[in-house]
């Protein structure tokens, strides 16, 4: 049996973050030890623990340990976990730190999950494994069995680019996305897409519109570019009333629909999607830093506009 201790990145209160040996629950013979290679820092819900603003929900509170992308290596799998030692696996969480809430829990160097919660990766996808729950929520928001095609996607980050890449993959769609950032307009090229500043596109007749800005304030301005019973997309994580005027809604017949947390069956279809090579995450990580600088990581990626991705490499822990 490995060690259970680990060592964890622990928001203490907004804005004070440490890193700290924590002692894990001992694992059933449904769980599986992974240690973790490398985590994914999250510029939309870990932002707002960070900041204290996230909403109240089931498990909030401090001190927190925040992560819901890592990957890493089975090191010891229960007899009924369904996974083996060697497997490298995503984690898209654990709660495991006694006393310390995981929330979302896989930003530490060693996790104890039920097997049942991972997902086996492929070794070649290395590094790059930690961008599959954003591709996962990206994949949920728009490309269900009955969501029409998206034709506008508002923002131009990580999200924004994998709902940009899995909308271009439906036949004769183009899918255009508003950034306000000069900065992050680069990198459409080859993935068949357009990006723009919404000052420069004159349309107003788009029939789904995603946004993943989260800004509460920003639905007058899409009901003014959609058309009659066009239907706006919700895929951001809003820590404010969402509100829009309803005149201009009711006279084009909107529609609004909230995308929610990935599912286990969007996660496999994104696995689907890279195994076949219709997908790539190429481009999308551009900082790295080990896990013992997370501290000036995480002000980096909520800082820094140029940092699309920014991810912990813990392999040099022990």
């Not at 964890?8 to 240690?35: C, F, Q």
């Not at 923002?155 to 255009?176: C, D, K, N, Q, T």
């Not at 006279?251 to 279809?269: N, T, V």
């Amino acid at each position: 049996m490995p060690n259970l201790e680990a060592l964890a990145v622990v928001l203490e209160e907004p804005e004070r973050l440490s890193l700290r040996k924590l002692a894990l629950t001992p694992p059933t013979d449904e769980d599986v030890v992974v240690d973790i290679e490398w985590s994914g820092i999250s510029t939309g819900t870990e932002r707002l623990l960070w900041s204290g603003r996230m909403p109240e929900f089931p498990g909030m509170g401090y001190p927190l340990v925040p992560g819901y992308e890592s990957v890493g290596r089975v090191v010891h799998a229960g007899a009924q976990a369904g996974l083996e030692v060697g497997q490298r696996v995503f984690v898209p969480g654990a709660v495991c730190y006694g006393e310390v809430r995981g929330l979302f829990g896989g930003a530490a160097s060693r996790v104890v999950v039920p097997g049942k919660r991972l997902l086996p990766v492929d070794d070649a996808l290395g590094e790059q494994a930690v961008l599959l729950a954003l591709a996962a929520t990206a994949y949920h928001a728009i490309a269900g069995p009955e969501s029409p095609h998206v034709e506008l996607i508002v923002g131009h980050g990580v999200l924004g680019r994998l709902l940009a890449r899995i909308a271009a993959l439906g036949e004769g769609s183009r899918p255009v996305v508003w950034e306000t950032s000069q900065v992050r307009r680069s990198g459409a090229e080859g993935h068949g897409y357009d990006v723009m500043s919404p000052d420069d596109d004159q349309r107003r007749d788009y029939g789904s519109i995603c946004d993943m800005s989260g800004d509460p304030g920003i639905l007058d301005s899409l009901v003014a570019r959609m058309a009659r019973g066009g239907e706006i997309i919700l895929g951001g994580f809003y820590s404010q009333p969402v509100c829009f005027t309803f005149p201009p809604a009711f006279m084009r017949e909107a529609r609004f629909r909230i995308a929610a947390e990935f599912q286990p069956s969007d996660l496999a279809a994104v696995r689907s999607l890279l195994e076949s090579g219709r997908l790539s995450l190429d481009g999308l990580i551009t900082h790295r830093v080990p896990a013992t600088e997370a501290d000036s990581a995480y002000r980096t990626a909520f800082g820094d506009p140029s940092c699309l991705k920014m991810i912990l490499d813990w392999r040099s822990i022990s």
